[in-house]
């Protein structure tokens, strides 16, 4: 008599995996039939659930129909191409697939050791990233640099932070603690992530410097000389910068000639955020944002925004990686082994803040082995076209103005009228459930934000989005 046991077998999850792949199919040949903003309201979707988890365990047919009725309504529909707002998180089948491997293989890759191939696979993903989206040689595992994927851009920024405060104090404050004199600058348009890493590093937000950025929205490099003096001048330690390479309210980029000069000078790390807008290098006319590149001690991007790959991937580089494993790699006796002993392999355990990690490389590797090279770019380039097409819209209207020059993908337009006026257009529009935009406020005026860069957007969702937006600021008037 075999054991008694509760599991799924093979044979059930042969059966309901397919049908789960058959779910995720439809789903996408469908999604744009859903609203793209989720309507419920707070607490409809638990009100739907029994209060009690289930003391015997149910049919996959029952779940799969809850799924349905009580999981989807309360879904945004972040892979509709008619999603527009915020930065995308945008997905691929086959992301999606090398997903599924990923989960079946449940493999922790902490060290090398525990799945060699989860180690390798991500270190040569991230040497071919070096190549395909023209980083400096320096950020490759055969020089003093490498990568690494971190579960999104913030962590990132946390790492390198923490990374350049060991630095700057010579690995003191990893056994001390801080002093509370060490000062870190990004501009007023940095995102929320590096305020966060301040906190979460000891450094404390009161030495954190926004700096003032120009008409564009860009660092101010002069501002950043003077707020560096300042603060010497005043018995303090500046010791990080953060510049970004496309923000998030407006796709601002920020100087990094000038920036990395001064980093250099003063001997500040400098981290770059390409959150969003890293991933259009893959374009080599798209390169000029990353120009002074060469000045970075890390630099992160997203392929889980924008190089349809689906969340969490975020991939970041640093330039010594003995930097970051000095700052943050702890060896307890339980995880010491030969391999690690060697000092032939690299133990990506010591490169961020968790121990345990997925085998995210693969969903990456399938992304770049299904579109090659020159189909990541037909599509991101496609985005641009978009983009700058509904730019060229607004531009030529004259009951729409431009909030700012689109560099890329993302355009910041106002409905001429005021603020109210726009608030409202945004509240309807994303009412409708035909499209989703989001907001934010630019020269102390609310602006709306449209970014193309979901996988499926094509030229008839940006259309018909222009025409609603139209049609619906009209019935608004002014
Ligand atoms: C420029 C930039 N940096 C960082 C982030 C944070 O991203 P993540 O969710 O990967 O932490 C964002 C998110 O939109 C972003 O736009």
């Known amino acids: 008599?075999?054991?008694?046991?509760?599991?799924?077998?093979?044979?059930e999850f042969r059966k309901y995996g397919r049908e789960v792949v058959d779910w995720i199919a439809d789903y996408y040949e469908n999604v744009e039939k859903y609203p793209v903003l989720s309507q419920v309201n707070p607490g409809d979707?638990?009100?739907?659930?029994?209060?009690?988890?289930?003391?015997?365990?149910?049919?996959?047919?029952?779940?799969?129909r809850d799924m349905n009725n009580i999981i989807l309504?309360?879904?945004?529909?972040w892979q509709s191409p008619n999603f527009f707002a915020f930065f995308p998180a945008n997905a691929s089948f086959p992301a999606i697939l090398g997903e599924l491997l990923s989960a079946g293989l449940g493999v922790q890759g902490m060290l090398w050791l525990t799945s060699p191939a989860c180690t390798e696979l991500e270190t040569h993903v991230l040497d071919w990233l070096?190549?395909?989206?023209?980083?400096?040689?320096?950020?490759?595992?055969?020089?003093?640099?490498?990568?690494?994927?971190q579960d999104s851009a913030s962590g990132a920024a946390l790492c390198a932070l923490l990374a350049a405060r060991e630095r700057v104090t010579k690995y003191e404050t990893n056994k001390n603690g801080c002093d509370g004199r060490l000062v870190a600058y990004v501009s007023t348009q940095t995102h929320?992530?590096?305020?966060?890493?301040?906190?979460?590093?000891?450094?404390?937000?009161?030495?954190?410097?926004?700096?003032?950025?120009?008409?564009?929205?860009?660092?101010?490099?002069?501002d950043l000389v003077e707020q560096i003096e300042l603060d010497r001048y005043a018995g303090l330690i500046p010791f990080f910068v953060c510049a970004t390479v496309g923000t998030t309210s407006s796709n601002a980029m920020d100087p990094l000639p000038e920036i990395g000069g001064i980093c250099r000078e003063e001997g500040l790390w400098l981290h770059v955020d390409g959150g969003m807008s890293g991933s259009a290098t893959v374009c080599p006319e798209f390169r000029t944002i990353i120009n002074g590149l060469d000045y970075a001690d890390s630099y992160c991007f997203n392929p889980h925004k924008w190089m349809f790959t689906n969340f969490d991937c975020d991939c970041f580089y640093v330039a010594d990686r003995a930097a970051l494993i000095n700052t943050l790699s702890i060896l307890p006796e339980y995880l010491k082994n030969k391999a690690t002993e060697s000092g032939a392999v690299i133990d990506y355990r010591d490169w961020h803040v968790p121990l345990g990690r997925r085998f995210r490389s693969l969903k990456l590797w399938f992304v770049l082995r299904h579109y090659g090279v020159d189909g990541l770019r037909h599509h991101i380039r496609r985005h641009v076209e978009l983009a700058q097409q509904f730019a060229g819209w607004i531009k030529e209207s004259k009951n729409f103005e431009?909030?700012?020059?689109?560099p890329l993908n993302l355009v910041c337009f106002r409905y001429i009228g005021g603020d109210e006026v726009n608030k409202s257009l945004l509240e309807k529009l994303n009412k409708s459930g035909k499209i989703y935009l989001s907001h934010t406020v630019l020269d102390d005026k609310y602006t709306l934000r449209f970014c193309v860069a979901q996988t499926h957007t094509e030229d008839k969702h940006v259309k018909d989005a222009w025409e609603l937006i139209r049609q619906v600021a009209g019935e608004l008037g002014k």
């Open 192 to 222: 929320s992530s590096v305020e966060k890493a301040v906190r979460i590093a000891g450094i404390g937000s009161n030495n954190l410097r926004y700096i003032e950025v120009d008409e564009t929205f860009a660092m101010s490099p002069d």
């Open 130 to 149: 070096v190549e395909m989206m023209g980083l400096p040689g320096k950020f490759k595992s055969d020089s003093s640099g490498g990568g690494v994927i």
């Open 1 to 11: 008599m075999p054991e008694q046991n509760f599991h799924m077998t093979p044979d």
């Open 402 to 406: 431009l909030a700012v020059p689109a």
């Open 45 to 64: 979707i638990r009100a739907n659930l029994p209060v009690d988890p289930p003391e015997k365990g149910e049919t996959f047919e029952h779940i799969l």
């Open 73 to 77: 309504p309360g879904v945004t529909h």
